[in-house]
Nanobody, 120 residues
C-alpha cells in the first residue's frame, strides 16, 4: 500500500503565504509525476501544479508566478509554496502522485486533502 499525507493547510488573509507539504510512504520503487490539485465548493477538481521526476514543472495561468512546486526525490516528498494568496484560492488541496510500487506496476495515489481558506 502507498499513502500520501498532506500538511500545512489553514486560514490566511489575502496577500499572505502558505506552504503545503505531502509525504509518500509505503512500498515505493519509483515516483513519476507529483502534483497538487484543488477543489473549491461547487467546482470541479483542477490541477494547480505538476512536477516530473526530473524537476520539470507546469502551472495553470491562475497560479503561475505565485505558486511554486518542488520535490525531494530522496524523501518522496512534494511541496507547494503559495504566495500572494487570493480569496479565490480557497479550496481543498490534494496531493497526487504516480507511484510505481514495483518496476512493472503503477498506481494513481491521492492524499486526503487539506483545506486552505483565504479571507479578504
Amino acid at each position: 500500500q502507498v499513502q500520501l499525507v498532506e500538511s500545512g493547510g489553514g486560514l490566511v488573509q489575502a496577500g499572505e503565504s502558505l506552504r503545503l507539504s505531502c509525504a509518500a510512504s509505503g512500498r515505493i520503487y519509483r515516483i513519476n509525476d507529483m502534483a497538487w490539485y484543488r477543489q473549491a465548493p461547487g467546482k470541479q477538481r483542477e490541477l494547480v501544479a505538476i512536477i516530473t521526476s526530473g524537476g520539470n514543472t507546469n502551472y495553470p495561468d491562475s497560479v503561475k508566478g505565485r505558486f511554486t512546486i518542488s520535490r525531494d526525490n530522496a524523501k518522496n516528498t512534494v511541496s507547494l509554496q503559495m504566495n500572494s494568496l487570493k480569496p479565490e484560492d480557497t479550496a481543498v488541496y490534494y496531493c497526487h502522485a504516480e507511484v510505481k510500487p514495483a518496476s512493472w506496476r503503477s498506481l494513481e495515489v491521492w492524499g486526503q486533502g487539506t483545506l486552505v481558506t483565504v479571507s479578504s
